[in-house]
């Protein structure tokens, strides 16, 4: 079984920076890919950042130049560091892992900017 747990999250104003960790335990033999993603009252859940092993890394058009996704594969932890909020940020952000033999999700952290 595989856990995320995620934290950073919290209100900050428009301008202002958040970092979100999450980290995997668990039975893992590898993770493949680490990602973020969103979702805000009465809209979908979205794609934010992932990192993929091998160093690729992808970010929704919203977000870039100001999130940056990194990873720490000794610790099986994910880092969003995010810059430059702005209140369309507003979201429950989570954190998602896939491996060969599992895809698992974080319960989320909440993350409020406001203007």
């Known amino acids: 079984q595989v856990q995320l747990v995620e934290s950073g999250g919290g209100l900050v104003q428009a301008g202002g920076s958040l970092r979100l960790s999450c980290v995997v335990s668990?039975?893992?033999?590898?993770?493949?890919?680490m990602a973020w993603y969103r979702q805000a009252p009465g809209k979908q859940r979205e794609l934010v950042a992932e990192?993929?092993?091998?160093?690729?890394?992808n970010y929704a058009d919203s977000v870039k130049g100001r999130f940056t996704i990194s990873r720490d594969n000794a610790r099986n932890t994910v880092y969003l560091q995010m810059n430059s909020l702005k209140p369309e940020d507003t979201a429950v952000y989570l954190c998602?892992?896939?491996?060969?033999?599992?895809?698992?999700w974080g319960q989320g952290t909440q993350v409020t900017v406001s203007s």
């Open positions: 998602k892992a896939d491996g060969l033999t599992f895809s698992s």
């Open positions: 668990g039975t893992i033999i590898k993770v493949s890919r």
């Open positions: 990192n993929i092993s091998g160093g690729n890394t």
